[in-house]
């Protein structure tokens, strides 16, 4: 008997998905997450994980695991202490930035810490012109004489990145090799082998994020695997990428800053795949955790890839999944501020969590409102594993209450009121604001608050369908079982879409796949499990930012050309409302996907036996009803006594270990083949 293992780590608990190979069953589980290190909690997870299904560490046979250690790092502001060598007159660049303000109209609005102190940021003389020939030759021995000043002051890793340096790598080139004769046990890297393109900013932050992180990151790998193998897992582990396929453990030491959204992005290959046994491939995912809410679009089952994002103020040319995150949790503080009730982005986090976890925390949260109002069960959680405290919860919504001259129900329905307007904002940021109507989409509801926040946010944006998956506090880490090991790369060159691009486009897609194919040997895919897609980032001349444009298949031809440039219109025409035939169109980046097919968990469809859900039925309890203004009792079901076909008309609440979901009165959810819960508008 095999197991495939999937753990997602989170903020406030770490979720495990079993699937075993033999007989397709799935379990679940989850531990407190442990935030001083997070490979305890994993651990912990796998052991109690494989101990409950009757089996030792020693029969997994895939694991993969998806972290927020990178993302918190950033957010934390704990990377490594790190110094920079770049271009004489450069150094200021990474403050200098794009001049950009996050928020026009904020005048006080504080710019990201420099994670380079000025006193370690260095300039060598060196310079190459635009097309990559040498102006200035690099002064190697003003090179030297930088890294053995950052020696000195004992950084624990060094970032280089020289003017147009991925145009001409040669200058880097030596720098690596210096590098590692002058500072052998510094994490070192160079920018054309982090962020190989234009725009010289992005490029430096990128390879800045990058060596800040890999310290953090490589101890982290090292302690978890460290722990695995004492456990007895002998697996090859693999780690989640923010574009949603996974790597092994030495290159995501090698390329953190491709793992900042490491633990979303399986959330969003999760929910494709059960949107796509539903028959659902329009999808809005909602992920909501005990920490943030994290939000994405699938159309037609496809999550747009970006392949620059800001995260947390820094700015990332890496390829990762179109996701946006707002601080909506479960563990989000209520407070105060000009006499507003406002919700998030503080959040409780796992220690000392909400109010009624009786760990310390004295200021109200998501959970303790959701608690007192009768929505989450007032006894415990996790079915029966952890112990709340409806007592202590009311207590600190009444001083909440108190402070805002209400009663405690009106402040409690108040703080769900104003995180779910925090939630819809996010959603319309990626569905709205980029030409799609969130009407014509199903919401996918996961994460531990997701099912039961999901009705009231589908109602604020019109949302018709909302689909539970069966095991929604855990589809992340059911998301690792569902994805390929996947690579990016890329290549900048400013071409006009003309005929002369024909030839350079062809040699920048061969040097791609070149580099593709020796990722492929590297991790050892077989060539029949191979797949390249290739994209190109167009623009219009005289635009600073592009449009990603699918390359077809087969050799670059004139027709090549033609295809691509309707592409570019119709993406255009989609986000921007028009296309113009008469501007000339440059071709900016091109792009290699490689993914190496894997085996993945499969899932078989239950027979709908009926409708009558009575069966699952656990007893009632109050629940505050806001469009009456009063309590109601409300029926109880165990998930795990639902069956395929069974039918629930609201108002109901579906409890189950790792979730729970709520249906308001006017929808009705029904259980289909695959054990999902669709909720619709009755």
Same mark, same amino acid.
């Given at each position: 008997?095999?197991?495939?293992?999937?753990?997602?780590?989170?903020?406030?608990?770490?979720?495990?998905?079993?699937?075993?190979?033999?007989?397709?069953?799935?379990?679940?589980?989850?531990?407190?997450?442990?935030?001083?290190?997070?490979?305890?909690?994993?651990?912990?997870?796998?052991?109690?994980?494989?101990?409950?299904?009757?089996?030792?560490?020693?029969?997994?046979?895939?694991?993969?695991?998806?972290?927020?250690?990178?993302?918190?790092?950033?957010?934390?502001?704990?990377?490594?202490?790190?110094?920079?060598?770049?271009?004489?007159?450069?150094?200021?660049?990474?403050?200098?930035?794009?001049?950009?303000?996050?928020?026009?109209?904020?005048?006080?609005?504080?710019?990201?810490?420099?994670?380079?102190?000025?006193?370690?940021?260095?300039?060598?003389?060196?310079?190459?012109?635009?097309?990559?020939?040498?102006?200035?030759?690099?002064?190697?021995?003003?090179?030297?004489?930088?890294?053995?000043?950052?020696?000195?002051?004992?950084?624990?890793?060094?970032?280089?990145?020289?003017?147009?340096?991925?145009?001409?790598?040669?200058?880097?080139?030596?720098?690596?090799?210096?590098?590692?004769?002058?500072?052998?046990?510094?994490?070192?890297?160079?920018?054309?082998?982090?962020?190989?393109?234009? /725009?010289?900013?992005? /490029?430096?932050?990128?390879?800045?994020?990058?060596?800040?992180?890999?310290?953090?990151?490589?101890?982290?790998?090292?302690?978890?695997?460290?722990?695995?193998?004492?456990?007895?897992?002998?697996?090859?582990?693999?780690?989640?990428?923010?574009?949603?396929?996974?790597?092994?453990?030495?290159?995501?030491?090698?390329?953190?800053?491709?793992?900042?959204?490491?633990?979303?992005?399986?959330?969003?290959?999760?929910?494709?795949?059960?949107?796509?046994?539903?028959?659902?491939?329009?999808?809005?995912?909602?992920?909501?955790?005990?920490?943030?809410?994290?939000?994405?679009?699938?159309?037609?089952?496809?999550?747009?890839?970006?392949?620059?994002?800001?995260?947390?103020?820094?700015?990332?040319?890496?390829?990762?999944?179109?996701?946006?995150?707002?601080?909506?949790?479960?563990?989000?503080?209520?407070?105060?501020?000009?006499?507003?009730?406002?919700?998030?982005?503080?959040?409780?986090?796992?220690?000392?969590?909400?109010?009624?976890?009786?760990?310390?925390?004295?200021?109200?949260?998501?959970?303790?409102? #959701?608690?007192?109002?009768?929505?989450? #069960?007032?006894?415990?959680?996790?079915?029966?594993?952890?112990?709340?405290?409806?007592?202590?919860?009311?207590?600190?919504?009444? /001083?909440?209450?108190?402070?805002?001259?209400?009663?405690?129900?009106?402040?409690?329905?108040?703080?769900?009121?104003?995180?779910?307007?925090?939630?819809?904002?996010?959603?319309?940021?990626?569905?709205?604001?980029?030409?799609?109507?969130?009407?014509?989409?199903?919401?996918?509801?996961?994460?531990?608050?997701?099912?039961?926040?999901?009705?009231?946010?589908?109602?604020?944006?019109?949302?018709?369908?909302?689909?539970?998956?069966?095991?929604?506090?855990?589809?992340?880490?059911?998301?690792?079982?569902?994805?390929?090991?996947?690579?990016?790369?890329?290549?900048?060159?400013?071409?006009?879409?003309?005929?002369?691009?024909?030839?350079?486009?062809?040699?920048?897609?061969?040097?791609?796949?070149?580099?593709?194919?020796?990722?492929?040997?590297?991790?050892?895919?077989?060539?029949?499990?191979?797949?390249?897609?290739?994209?190109?980032?167009?623009?219009?001349?005289?635009?600073?930012?592009?449009?990603?444009?699918?390359?077809?298949?087969?050799?670059?031809?004139?027709?090549?050309?033609?295809?691509?440039?309707?592409?570019?219109?119709?993406?255009?025409?989609?986000?921007?409302?028009?296309?113009?035939?008469?501007?000339?169109?440059?071709?900016?980046?091109?792009?290699?996907?490689?993914?190496?097919?894997?085996?993945?968990?499969?899932?078989?469809?239950?027979?709908?036996?009926?409708?009558?859900?009575?069966?699952?039925?656990?007893?009632?309890?109050?629940?505050?009803?806001?469009?009456?203004?009063?309590?109601?009792?409300?029926?109880?079901?165990? /998930?795990?006594?639902?069956?395929?076909?069974?039918?629930?008309?609201?108002?109901?609440?579906?409890?189950?270990?790792?979730?729970?979901?709520?249906?308001?009165?006017?929808?009705?959810?029904?259980?289909?083949?695959?054990?999902?819960?669709?909720?619709?508008?009755?």
């Amino acid at each position: 008997m095999a197991w495939r293992v999937g753990v997602d780590s989170g903020g406030t608990f770490t979720d495990v998905c079993l699937f075993d190979d033999e007989t397709g069953g799935v379990e679940v589980w989850k531990v407190g997450s442990t935030p001083d290190d997070p490979s305890r909690g994993i651990a912990a997870g796998v052991a109690e994980g494989m101990a409950r299904v009757g089996a030792t560490p020693s029969a997994i046979g895939y694991f993969a695991h998806g972290t927020t250690v990178s993302t918190n790092a950033l957010i934390q502001n704990r990377g490594a202490r790190t110094g920079l060598i770049t271009t004489d007159g450069f150094r200021d660049l990474l403050e200098i930035g794009r001049q950009k303000r996050p928020d026009l109209y904020d005048l006080m609005v504080d710019k990201p810490v420099p994670l380079v102190a000025r006193d370690l940021r260095l300039e060598v003389p060196e310079r190459l012109r635009h097309d990559g020939s040498v102006e200035i030759p690099l002064d190697e021995a003003a090179f030297r004489a930088a890294v053995r000043q950052l020696r000195a002051a004992r950084v624990q890793s060094v970032a280089v990145c020289f003017l147009y340096g991925f145009i001409n790598t040669a200058h880097e080139d030596i720098a690596a090799r210096i590098l590692i004769e002058e500072f052998p046990e510094a994490f070192t890297c160079v920018s054309h082998d982090i962020a190989p393109e234009f /725009r010289e900013f992005e /490029r430096l932050s990128t390879t800045v994020v990058n060596a800040w992180l890999g310290p953090v990151m490589r101890g982290y790998i090292q302690r978890l695997g460290e722990r695995l193998r004492d456990l007895g897992v002998r697996a090859t582990p693999h780690l989640t990428q923010s574009n949603g396929g996974v790597i092994g453990f030495d290159q995501a030491a090698l390329l953190p800053v491709r793992t900042v959204l490491s633990g979303p992005s399986t959330g969003v290959v999760g929910a494709r795949e059960v949107g796509r046994l539903a028959g659902f491939p329009d999808l809005i995912t909602f992920d909501m955790g005990g920490t943030s809410t994290d939000v994405s679009l699938l159309s037609g089952g496809v999550c747009r890839l970006s392949g620059e994002a800001t995260v947390h103020g820094y700015p990332i040319k890496a390829p990762m999944l179109d996701i946006h995150t707002v601080g909506a949790g479960g563990g989000s503080i209520a407070h105060i501020d000009g006499g507003l009730l406002k919700v998030g982005p503080a959040s409780a986090g796992a220690h000392p969590g909400p109010v009624c976890y009786d760990l310390g925390n004295m200021e109200p949260t998501v959970t303790d409102a #959701n608690l007192v109002l009768g929505l989450l #069960n007032p006894e415990y959680l996790l079915g029966g594993r952890m112990k709340v405290h409806h007592d202590l919860a009311r207590h600190a919504i009444e /001083r909440l209450a108190l402070a805002l001259g209400l009663d405690a129900m009106t402040a409690a329905q108040g703080i769900l009121a104003v995180v779910t307007a925090n939630m819809a904002r996010a959603i319309r940021v990626i569905s709205v604001q980029r030409g799609y109507d969130p009407r014509d989409y199903t919401l996918i509801a996961f994460g531990g608050a997701g099912p039961l926040h999901a009705a009231r946010l589908a109602k604020e944006l019109e949302i018709g369908r909302v689909l539970v998956p069966r095991n929604p506090g855990i589809l992340c880490a059911m998301g690792l079982l569902l994805t390929d090991l996947r690579a990016d790369f890329a290549v900048t060159r400013l071409l006009a879409l003309s005929e002369s691009a024909l030839l350079p486009m062809t040699d920048a897609f061969q040097e791609l796949a070149a580099r593709a194919a020796a990722w492929f040997d590297n991790e050892h895919v077989t060539r029949e499990n191979r797949r390249i897609a290739r994209t190109v980032d167009m623009r219009y001349a005289g635009q600073n930012y592009e449009l990603s444009v699918p390359l077809p298949d087969g050799e670059i031809h004139l027709g090549t050309l033609t295809a691509l440039a309707e592409g570019f219109a119709a993406t255009h025409r989609r986000l921007y409302g028009f296309a113009s035939d008469d501007e000339p169109v440059q071709l900016v980046t091109f792009r290699v996907e490689a993914a190496g097919v894997v085996p993945k968990a499969t899932f078989t469809p239950r027979p709908l036996t009926g409708t009558d859900a009575a069966g699952a039925l656990t007893g009632h309890r109050p629940v505050w009803m806001a469009e009456s203004g009063t309590f109601a009792e409300c029926p109880i079901y165990d /998930r795990d006594q639902l069956e395929a076909g069974d039918r629930i008309d609201g108002p109901a609440i579906i409890e189950q270990m790792d979730a729970t979901t709520f249906v308001p009165g006017g929808m009705t959810a029904r259980v289909d083949a695959w054990l999902n819960i669709v909720m619709e508008t009755a």
